[in-house]
């Protein structure tokens, strides 16, 4: 799909479709009257008979009869104007393209960059409207056969109109800058989607070495010896039931220059999921494949910040392995020594996530952090609390966790804050070990970062549980179904605002 930036007015645009926003109450606007004239009052009978009024996520295809270039209008509703925000935007342009998606149009046009936006200016709204149309035409279709891949045809050229053409070099940038960060999601996402027969520890941690090739990262793999020779006893324990060898992958990329400390983000990397003994109901387990979610985020996020050129030093931690029932598999009642010496008593191995994050965290130490965020599809319980709709965010600092937040209602990954007071560790204590891997079922979601927090010690920390929002199973806007990518450009709006202050510890 080529994108191209064009100053010309809808009106006068020939194309095979014209995709116009329109705000409810919307019709008075210059464009839409003349729109409207063009098409010989269809636009104020479909307002009139209800058919289309310009709520959110209607849609109206026309063929317009008449003077006007194009062939075929297509409406888009953005619902209140007041409202209205650049996700509002990127939902539009991306429920526009799931449509077009069938409709084999060789080249659209999208007047959406036109459609104001409060505090907003062409090239955000630009990058808000790529964003949408490629992350709504991303398809796993790496295992269909050619017939079947060729019978969805995206446009081969979109054109995205802007109303000045003094603007157009800065609107061609935040196109640049839509299309890397989209490659980015997009790998996370086919990351997620790889099923579980390919997706082995190594082969995330060759991937991870392919995205280091095809940009200025760094990466370094540690293996089964080294991880048991530093004492990674935590992840070991969960990583022996499976004859697949676990794989701690750290990338780099050093933007900051050598005086700033680095952000480090880890992410949960367990490529099957089936509990271990204490297995997992057969339901959905194929679903799984994608508890390495936070993993993939990490990644993602990686190659979009060297991509970029983010002016910032970042570290991306993974602790890969898979978690199997097996001869040689840990039990409950197991006792385990983590890389910070703590000991964990086991009292479910499904709850191996944790596991993996305590020595991982542990390990992020040794790179003298500014901050710590950990990514993790970490506990069902997330999901009865937030559904899908909504990342659980939780931390040691509050600044650093309202930044998140921010960051969240920037690229449209929402977060939502839960507690982290001391009253939730009585629920993880043991008697026979330092901690518990296991909080009992209130409060699941806040019990396992309560455990997460004993491994973080005193750096600024915040974790994510993206357990509801790593995986889809109906279509969204600009999120088909499956993996989804998330944290992705979470992640890259908050180190983006991060970069841009000056006095960063004032976060
Ligand atoms: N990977 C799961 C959590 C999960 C469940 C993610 C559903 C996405 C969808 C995690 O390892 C897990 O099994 N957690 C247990 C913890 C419990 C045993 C304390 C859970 O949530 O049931
Ligand atoms: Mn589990
Ligand atoms: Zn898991």
Request: some cysteine; proline content about 4%; charged content about 20%.
């Amino acid at each position: 799909m080529d994108i191209k930036i064009r100053k010309a007015s809808p009106l006068q645009t020939k194309t095979a479709c014209l995709v116009v926003g329109v705000y409810e109450k919307g019709f008075a606007e210059q464009l839409y009257k003349e729109l409207d004239q063009q098409l010989g009052g269809l636009l104020h009978k479909a307002q009139r008979n209800g058919e289309f009024t310009g709520k959110k996520g209607e849609q109206i295809l026309f063929q317009p009869t008449g003077q006007l270039p194009a062939e075929r209008v297509l409406l888009v509703g953005l619902g209140s104007r007041t409202e209205g925000t650049l996700d509002g935007i990127r939902q539009a342009a991306g429920s526009a393209m799931q449509l077009l998606a069938s409709k084999k149009f060789g080249q659209v046009v999208y007047a959406l960059p036109l459609c104001a936006v409060k505090k907003t200016d062409s090239a955000a709204r630009i990058q808000a409207t790529a964003e949408g149309l490629l992350l709504a035409g991303y398809r796993y279709d790496r295992f269909l056969s050619e017939k079947i891949k060729g019978s969805r045809k995206l446009p081969q050229t979109v054109t995205l109109l802007i109303d000045n053409a003094r603007e157009k070099p800065a609107c061609e940038s935040a196109l640049r800058r839509a299309q890397q960060l989209c490659g980015a999601v997009a790998l996370a996402r086919d990351l997620v989607n790889t099923p579980g027969n390919i997706k082995s520890p190594a082969y995330l941690a060759e991937q991870a070495r392919a995205a280091s090739a095809a940009s200025t990262l760094s990466c370094k793999v540690l293996g089964l010896k080294e991880l048991g020779r530093e004492g990674f006893g935590a992840l070991l324990g969960v990583a022996q039931g499976s004859v697949r060898e676990p794989q701690l992958i750290v990338l780099e990329h050093k933007g900051g220059g050598k005086a700033h400390a680095p952000v480090v983000l880890v992410g949960k990397g367990v490529v099957f999921d089936a509990g271990g003994i204490s297995l997992k109901p057969a339901e959905k387990m194929d679903e799984m494949k994608m508890d390495m979610a936070g993993g993939a985020a990490v990644i993602g996020t990686l190659l979009a910040t060297a991509l970029l050129e983010l002016p910032i030093n970042l570290v991306g931690i993974v602790p890969a392995v898979e978690n199997l029932p097996s001869g040689t598999a840990y039990r409950p009642g197991d006792i385990l020594t983590s890389l910070s010496g703590q000991t964990i008593e086991v009292l479910n191995t499904d709850a191996e996530g944790r596991l993996i994050l305590a020595d991982a965290l542990t390990y992020a130490k040794r790179y003298a952090p500014e901050m710590v965020i950990d990514l993790a599809t970490l506990t069902g319980a997330c999901i009865i609390a937030l559904g899908h709709h909504a990342t659980a965010v939780l931390g040691n600092d509050q600044k650093l966790v309202a930044a998140l937040l921010h960051a969240g209602e920037e690229s449209g990954e929402r977060l939502w804050q839960l507690p982290l007071w001391d009253d939730y560790d009585q629920q993880i204590k043991s008697e026979v070990a330092d901690v518990k891997n296991t909080g009992g079922r209130p409060a699941g979601t806040i019990t396992a970062a309560a455990f997460l927090k004993k491994f973080a010690g005193e750096f600024r920390w915040a974790h994510l549980d993206i357990a509801g929002t790593a995986w889809r199973d109906q279509d969204q806007p600009y999120i088909p179904r499956g993996g989804t990518g998330v944290g992705v450009r979470l992640l890259v709006a908050f180190l983006q605002d991060m970069a841009g202050r000056s006095d960063r510890t004032a976060l």
